[in-house]
């Protein structure tokens, strides 16, 4: 089981492969850093169900987003981030937080739920949540590898 920094370095390695294949868009400097961000903290996402770097990284941000959506009084936000926050402590590890499809499909939801907030930033949002999914499935590679991360037998 690596450690966080095995997994951050995972998500170096999956956020420069994806760079290069997304290279024909040309991204900015500050994108390709936004880019670098999300793969990061994806790649430590999926030890949110444990006390860990992630966990502790993940609750910063999700306080952030608590305090923005009760100033704005955006209370379908607060909800859905309350669930969010608690949903880890009711799975066990190495549950739903490391199986691919939920680690492709919550990112991609997050990024259309936003998307329909903001709709001038939806390709923004769809590619924030493809390097953010990028590092997750990095972290799932290094804990599991090929096989078990696929469940192929």
Avoid: Q
């Avoid at 860990?52 to 608590?66: A, D, E, N, P, Q």
């Avoid at 909800?79 to 549950?95: E, K, N, W």
């Avoid at 259309?112 to 903001?118: A, E, G, K, V, Y």
């Amino acid at each position: 089981m690596p450690g966080y920094r095995k997994h951050l370095c995972g998500g170096v390695i999956a956020y420069v492969s994806l760079l290069l294949l997304c290279s024909w868009l040309n991204p900015t400097m500050n994108t390709a850093l936004e880019w670098l961000g999300f793969c990061l903290i994806g790649s430590l996402f999926p030890d949110i169900d444990i006390g860990s770097k992630g966990r502790y990284v993940f609750y910063r941000i999700f306080l952030i987003f608590l305090f923005v959506f009760l100033l704005r009084n955006n209370t379908v936000g607060l909800c859905l981030l309350s669930v969010l926050m608690i949903l880890p402590m009711l799975v066990t590890h190495r549950g739903l937080f490391h199986r691919w499809w939920f680690v492709l499909g919550l990112p991609f939801a997050v990024a259309w739920l936003c998307s329909c907030t903001f709709t001038a930033c939806k390709e923004a949002f769809m590619l924030d949540a493809l390097f953010f999914a990028a590092g997750a499935l990095s972290h799932l590679y290094l804990d599991l590898g090929l096989r078990r991360m696929l469940r192929i037998r």
